[in-house]
């Protein structure tokens, strides 16, 4: 039998992040809103608070960096992480994204490029970015969510790389100290000639070009990052600098195995959020929600909540499995994908929907309805839109390759 309930080593560490999204996010969640570009000051103690909790293990993967799957096989090794580290990150995530998506990726040292870096990175460099703030810069003026059209060159020269390009659409491009940059080594090599750097944001070649005023996310900074002749160190490459044509660029690709999950379980947090909120208001209403009467038995409000809260459940059972199926290191590359699918387009559904169900209200800044319906529509777009990843579940379930599947 399925146990859906959270684990028990969890639950504890889950109110915790309920609460701290409460008091710290939430109640500032208006105001970033209004005040975008604003740095949310407010965080830098919760930054704290979580950076100790990662130390001391009690976290359990608390913030959005704390993945890795990796092991140590064949040499007696324990596994680098504790096994629940991945599913534990979710869960932290969905509890910061019921009180905010945006503040959520604003918070220090919990960049997606701190994903990229855990999942990819050797032990040395672990230890040499411990404690760096890095966002990720994939997506260019040409091209959205094909990875494989990166144009951004990363040429070697002695014992360094020179990085020439633009890139869009950065998550926090501005506010953290370090951005993980893909480029490709070799365009006539094809995808796999593409690799990420950390480029620290003090390096001579890299500014911040501007930043993005956007529908949602809006406590969260965007930027536009241009590379000019921006030389980086061997040691910034993340993984191996071998082109292996063979591989392609699964090795590249394999951060978003860890990344995705935690896209779904914003848009899952952020739509649980609606759920609630909906659910008091039609019960104010006099709206009578029965679980034990068909939906086709009941108002057209009691009816579409329900359906509303299988959608949700679905999209949060498909997210745990892929991080499951992270800690225990098995392949997660198509599971992570519908997860993103499913989470992205529900929290989409959802949020405008209970925007709907509230009427006038929902429509206002009485309420965080309409907010919720704006910050969830980025989730369904970065790390893959819902297209890209309907195209990956397909050649998984087909066993096709890019190529014969595009």
Avoid at 34 to 56: I, N, Q, R
Avoid at 128 to 138: D, N, P, Q, R, S
Avoid at 310 to 331: F, G, Q
């Amino acid at each position: 039998m399925i146990n859906l309930d959270t684990p028990k080593k969890f639950r504890a560490f889950v109110v915790q992040a309920n609460q701290v999204a409460d008091n710290f996010l939430r109640s500032n969640s208006r105001k970033y809103d209004l005040a975008e570009h604003s740095y949310p000051k407010e965080l830098d103690l919760l930054a704290s608070l979580v950076d100790g909790m990662s130390d001391s293990g009690e976290g359990q993967g608390a913030g959005a960096a704390g993945v890795r799957r990796s092991e140590d096989e064949g040499d007696g090794k324990k596994p680098k992480v504790k096994n629940g580290t991945n599913l534990s990150s979710v869960l932290s995530v969905i509890e910061m994204c019921w009180g905010d998506v945006g503040l959520l990726l604003s918070m220090p040292r919990q960049g997606l490029g701190n994903s990229a870096i855990a999942s990819v990175a050797t032990d040395e460099q672990l230890e040499k970015y411990k404690g760096t703030w890095a966002a990720m810069a994939i997506t260019e003026p040409s091209f959205g969510s094909d990875s494989a059209a990166i144009k951004t060159t990363a040429v070697k020269d002695g014992d360094h790389y020179v990085l020439n390009g633009e890139k869009i659409f950065v998550t926090s491009g501005d506010r953290a100290d370090s951005v993980v940059v893909w480029a490709t080594l070799d365009k006539s090599l094809g995808r796999a000639a593409i690799k990420s750097f950390v480029v620290s944001k003090d390096t001579p070649g890299i500014r911040v070009e501007r930043l993005e005023h956007k529908l949602g996310i809006r406590a969260s900074d965007t930027a536009v990052i241009v590379l000019d002749n921006c030389r980086v160190h061997e040691s910034n490459l993340l993984g191996s600098p071998e082109v292996d044509v063979k591989q392609g660029f699964a090795g590249a690709m394999a951060t978003f195995d860890n990344t995705r999950p935690l896209v779904a379980g914003m848009a899952v947090g952020c739509a649980r959020a609606s759920l609630e909120v909906i659910r008091e208001l039609l019960e104010k209403a006099g709206v009578d929600i029965d679980y034990d009467r068909p939906a086709t038995a009941q108002s057209y409000a009691a009816a579409t909540f329900i359906q509303m809260e299988a959608d949700w459940e679905a999209a949060l059972l498909l997210t745990l499995e892929a991080a499951w199926l992270a800690d225990n290191r098995k392949p997660n590359s198509m599971e992570a994908s519908m997860a993103k699918a499913k989470a992205g387009r529900v929290g989409n559904d959802i949020t405008l929907k209970c925007v709907e169900l509230a009427g006038t209200l929902g429509y206002s800044e009485t309420e965080f309805l309409e907010k919720w319906s704006r910050d969830s529509k980025i989730l369904d777009i970065f790390e893959g839109t819902q297209q890209i990843q309907q195209l990956i579940v397909a050649r998984r379930l087909l066993n096709l390759s890019s190529t014969q599947l595009k």
